[in-house]
């Protein structure tokens, strides 16, 4: 197979294609879209087994306070972040959101209190913007160092806790969002019970040079298959998880992205630190008037799938356009077509048919609630 000579490999790259992997260019790097088996049966067997993910091409991201107080380090990022970082407990970790000054998303993230730093995690295509936005924002109290030396893997469904427990038997103590440093096979790792598939799961950052023997070690359980882009993109959709670039992105708001649930009291209007983000003025101001649309989940009639980019119209006519269509595709463990999309707010209550517009018909669509596919975290 020609490889294309501008993209970057991840660390199991080698290892992907031993496993017949068809690969595909994502985030200017060159990853798995799916292997042999196909991304039907992938997205099946990380709902009821185990599925395992490479998600090297990812940014992780080291904060540490020049005082070696974890407190500083806690509210530099919250300058940054519309998230109660302050509060949030030593081995613990807690979804997050970077604001631009119009309450814009520049990116979603993930941030671990490690006791002595942060470890965050970007995602891939924002993760340079991601670092340079660190370091301007927290040039004056902390270090900021991207870590190029460590890949990191999601080991995603039911049964991932006893796979993992053959490695390391505390894994059964975590809860979900727990943050843990373990060794698996020799390997020090950092472990945290989380993942973007809605599955109890866990995602481990491990040092490049031990990075294909410990895959290859949870690929040799029966219950472990590798899974490509196309069945994680068909699994985090049912679970109503938002992509970056696609679902949220600088011109929609945490409030009409409906992720609010990721601000904490403290952050909001009458909290202990209220606003000190960028774009608080907006973002407050939505929370206390709602936004003029939001994201909503949407349900098509039929079997045919409605993709991305499909505008949405409250008549059959296509007279009154009333959103847009940002997610979609068929949903296996729904068995039917699921997508998400932006709807104006007089139109967002669940049950509403709105009718999307596709090849020039225009095919009934129902809002409806999310996630399509109950989540399984282990509180």
């Not at 409906?258 to 407050?284: C, H, S, T, V, Y």
């Not at 209550?349 to 095919?363: D, Q």
Request: proline letters at 5%; a negative charge; aromatic letters at 6%.
């Amino acid at each position: 197979m020609e490889q294309n000579p501008h993209l970057k490999h991840t660390p199991l790259h080698a290892l992907h294609l031993s496993l017949g992997a068809r690969m595909v260019p994502f985030a200017g790097y060159d990853m798995p879209v799916q292997y042999p088996d196909g991304v039907m049966k992938e997205h099946q067997h990380t709902r009821v087994a185990a599925g395992l993910f490479d998600v090297s091409h990812m940014g992780q991201v080291i904060v540490r306070p020049k005082s070696g107080k974890i407190e500083d380090a806690a509210l530099a990022l919250e300058k940054l972040v519309p998230v109660d970082v302050l509060g949030l407990g030593e081995g613990r970790q807690r979804y997050a959101i970077f604001t631009n000054v119009e309450g814009g998303i520049l990116d979603d993230l993930m941030i671990a209190n490690r006791g002595d730093h942060l470890f965050l995690v970007v995602n891939a295509a924002c993760k340079d913007a991601d670092f340079e936005h660190l370091k301007k924002g927290l040039a004056d109290t902390c270090e900021v160092t991207m870590l190029d030396d460590r890949a990191l893997i999601a080991l995603q469904g039911p049964h991932a806790e006893a796979v993992l427990g053959e490695l390391w038997a505390d894994v059964s103590a975590m809860r979900f969002m727990d943050v843990a440093e373990a060794d698996l096979h020799d390997v020090a790792c950092i472990i945290s019970r989380s993942g973007y598939t809605g599955e109890d799961g866990f995602e481990i950052s491990i040092p490049v040079a031990s990075a294909v023997d410990v895959t290859q070690r949870l690929l040799e359980h029966p219950d472990v298959k590798p899974i490509g882009l196309g069945a994680r993109d068909s699994l985090r959709l049912e679970a109503g998880l938002c992509l970056y670039g696609n679902d949220i992105d600088t011109t929609t708001t945490p409030v009409e992205g409906a992720i609010e649930w990721a601000m904490q009291k403290a952050r909001r209007a009458g909290g202990a630190r209220e606003g000190g983000f960028p774009g608080a003025d907006r973002i407050l101001g939505q929370l206390a008037d709602g936004a003029s649309r939001r994201r909503v989940g949407l349900k098509p009639e039929g079997r045919a799938p409605v993709r991305g980019g499909a505008n949405l119209f409250a008549d059959a006519e296509g007279k009154t356009p009333v959103g847009q269509v940002t997610s979609g595709g068929f949903g296996p463990s729904v068995d039917g077509p699921v997508a998400m999309g932006y709807v104006d707010a007089g139109h967002i209550e669940i049950g509403t048919t709105l009718f999307a517009e596709v090849r020039g018909k225009y095919l009934p669509i129902a809002v409806a609630a999310l996630p399509f596919v109950k989540q399984t975290y282990k509180r």
